[in-house]
């Protein structure tokens, strides 16, 4: 029997581990999309696979994503080459100016929402596929915008019930800080190259700022003896200035942050304001989400300047620290009615009734004639308030049997009486 790929997971109700349990998803994304809708963000649906170039330039030469491969890459009939998103950002600028959206009132908000693709190994937390919700203010380079972007990130976990956040905020400030700041750390690490993993061995000359966010082991404890200085002390006036402007914005809304002065992110687009936020559940390695602004990312995809901004939340994440802190989801609109036939001539009924009722109230009907018994052990996995049967007898009086599940009342109803009681204040 063919079984699902490693670190891909079926979503839907009765999913053995929490994560992949659809009711705690639509409650994730049905919460987020208020939270962005109410700050004027409009949802916008991008493929989920492009030409590679838009990630590969999107994301950067020295990311995990594209040094580790962790791209799951393909070929069209042309010979093109295409690739499965392994994050939703640069497809978004690549949407934006494809449809000239610069010409709209800036900035612009969107946000989506759906499957992520890294070839990354699997772990608690971690998948091939996974989902994001994704939000991104373009169009102007306003330090108002990433404290925006902040509190509504902030403001979509705690609408959801969570509570143990901490919101790391940094700043890898202006490309030519970070020029200044990878030629430090190349002379930091360079001498002791030998004694990195070997990940990082070819950070040094690509990338030395990842070496900071290496999971090995080997190299944290060499951090750990070397001290390097963080990034935030390599800023420059205007990235600095930038960077107190989120502070003080942050401070006056009352959103809660660390300044953490080392902050790296795993992608190369970033420039000034990075940030993550952390969860006790997840453990320290990995963030619940991430976001940060990207002003020179429209230009590497061949574009005209487009500064933005934008945050990333890991749905399945989300969901683990939600039901580590025991947040209890809104009640799932299970059928207010199960309708049953007892007889085969009943089957017919059973669906005619449902179809007159289905505008008012949610029915779901029992195809294959069965006793009451079976019909009210059926009623109440499904989680219905009512069941109702009908069969020979019922036929020959033009009713329904209706049960109450809590009650246990029993009442014979015509069909207008069915109407009325459905039309009741009890069930609006
Ligand atoms: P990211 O930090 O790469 O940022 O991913 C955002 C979130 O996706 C992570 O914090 C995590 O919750 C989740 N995530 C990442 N990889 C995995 C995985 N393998 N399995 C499960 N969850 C995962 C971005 O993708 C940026 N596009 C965010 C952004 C938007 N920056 C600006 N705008």
Redesign the pocket.
Known sequence: MLKAVPGTNDIFAQAKEYPFREPVFRYIISTAEEVLRGAGAQMVYTPIFEYLEVFQKGVGLTSDIVVKKEMFVFEDRGGRLLALRP???AAIVRAFNEHGMKVWPQPVRLFTWGPIF?G?RQQK???KQ?H?V?Y?ALGLSDPLLDAEAIALMVRIYKTLGLRNLEVKLGSVGDPEDRVRYNQYLRELFGPYASDLSEDSRVRVEANPMRILDSKSERDQALIAELQPKPMLEFLGPAAQKFHEQVCNYLDRLGVAYTVDPSLV???DYYVRTAW?VHHAGIGAKS??????R?DGLSEMLGGPPLPGV?????V??LAIALEQEGVALPADPSPTLYLAPLDEAAKIEVLALAEQLRPKIHVEIGYTPKSPRKALEDALKKGARYVGFIGEAERARGVVTLKHLETGEQRALEPLQLHSLFEGPELK
């Open positions: 994050e939703p950002t890294r990354e937390g971690r998948y996974f994001q994704d991104e992110r795993g992608l993550e963030a619940l989400g991430g976001g940060g990207y934008g945050f990333g939340i890991g399945e994440r």
